[in-house]
């Protein structure tokens, strides 16, 4: 299957790190489609990626948040589209700092354990069954650290969100151990920013926008979790010729 035949779903494709692997894709020659709830996103997603790959960019304003939600979104961009052959999941938010648990309230656990678990499972659960049976379709998680550590003081609740979407991942490499379609995880141990934002030791969404790209199109593993804990990360464990 060419490249220019496949078209990737990626979610939260309008946010900074899905932005930069959105450009790559495209820029690779993939069709790229996005789904976002906020219309001024997915504009400003047109115009960061470059123009002669506007055409390969499909755009569909929904919520993937919820079971109602993502059907329609899945419904409308099989409408545009007609098939998906890889999806990205970038879902959640990179930072919360809202301050210890017990000045939390319920409401805050339940908004951090949407946006991290949630949304990613009712994603899943409706669009996987779209590439599970292929082995040339792939379905690649990208998660963060933060479940394994507390960031600092006053970020417990992003632990418990994003240790929960560690876990589910673990979850689904072992409940579908034999899926021909290839399961990938991308866990980022260090901030990515856009390259005007840049700190040193963090990740441009640029460079790891290629590397994500270069994995969905190479194929060649699968139920592999790749962890990036800074930029050398991205050569020496993801664009591994051996991978």
Same mark, same amino acid.
């Given at each position: 299957?060419?490249? =220019?035949? &496949?078209?990737?779903?990626?979610?939260? @494709?309008?946010?900074?790190?899905? =932005?930069?692997?959105?450009?790559?894709?495209?820029?690779?020659?993939?069709?790229?489609?996005?789904?976002? &709830?906020? =219309?001024?996103? $997915?504009? &400003?997603?047109?115009?960061?990626?470059?123009?002669? !790959?506007?055409?390969?960019?499909? !755009?569909?304003?929904?919520?993937?948040?919820?079971?109602?939600?993502?059907? %329609?979104?899945? %419904?409308?961009?099989?409408?545009?589209? +007609?098939?998906?052959?890889?999806?990205?999941?970038?879902?959640?938010?990179?930072?919360? *700092? +809202? @301050? /210890? /648990?017990?000045? *939390?309230? $319920?409401?805050?656990?339940?908004?951090?354990?949407?946006?991290?678990?949630?949304?990613?499972?009712?994603?899943?659960?409706?669009?996987?069954?779209?590439?599970?049976?292929?082995?040339?379709?792939?379905?690649?998680?990208?998660? +963060?650290?933060? @479940?394994?550590?507390?960031?600092?003081?006053?970020? +417990?609740?992003?632990?418990?969100?994003?240790?929960?979407?560690?876990?589910?991942? %673990?979850? $689904? &490499?072992?409940?579908?151990?034999?899926?021909?379609?290839?399961?990938? *995880?991308?866990?980022?141990?260090?901030?990515?920013?856009?390259?005007?934002?840049?700190?040193?030791?963090?990740?441009?969404?640029?460079?790891? @926008?290629?590397?994500?790209?270069?994995?969905?199109? %190479? *194929?060649?593993?699968?139920?592999?979790?790749?962890?990036?804990?800074? /930029?050398?990360?991205?050569?020496?464990?993801? $664009?591994?010729?051996?991978?």
């Amino acid at each position: 299957m060419s490249k =220019s035949d &496949r078209v990737v779903l990626v979610l939260g @494709g309008a946010g900074t790190v899905g =932005s930069g692997i959105v450009k790559a894709l495209l820029d690779k020659g993939f069709k790229v489609a996005v789904i976002s &709830r906020d =219309s001024n996103r $997915l504009e &400003r997603l047109t115009s960061f990626i470059s123009a002669n !790959t506007k055409d390969s960019l499909i !755009t569909i304003v929904g919520d993937v948040g919820s079971e109602v939600g993502v059907e %329609q979104a899945k %419904q409308d961009l099989l409408k545009k589209v +007609g098939k998906i052959t890889d999806v990205i999941s970038s879902l959640g938010f990179s930072w919360w *700092q +809202g @301050g /210890p /648990p017990h000045t *939390q309230t $319920l409401k805050d656990l339940h908004w951090v354990m949407e946006s991290l678990l949630f949304s990613t499972f009712v994603s899943w659960k409706a669009f996987f069954p779209l590439v599970r049976d292929d082995s040339k379709c792939t379905y690649t998680f990208i998660t +963060g650290g933060a @479940g394994e550590k507390l960031l600092m003081h006053g970020t +417990g609740f992003l632990t418990v969100g994003a240790a929960s979407a560690l876990a589910f991942c %673990q979850v $689904l &490499r072992e409940e579908y151990p034999e899926s021909p379609c290839k399961l990938y *995880q991308m866990k980022i141990d260090t901030g990515v920013a856009t390259t005007e934002r840049m700190t040193p030791g963090y990740l441009n969404h640029l460079d790891l @926008g290629d590397a994500v790209a270069k994995l969905v199109e %190479q *194929q060649n593993a699968s139920h592999v979790v790749f962890t990036i804990r800074c /930029p050398a990360d991205l050569k020496s464990v993801v $664009l591994d010729e051996n991978i």
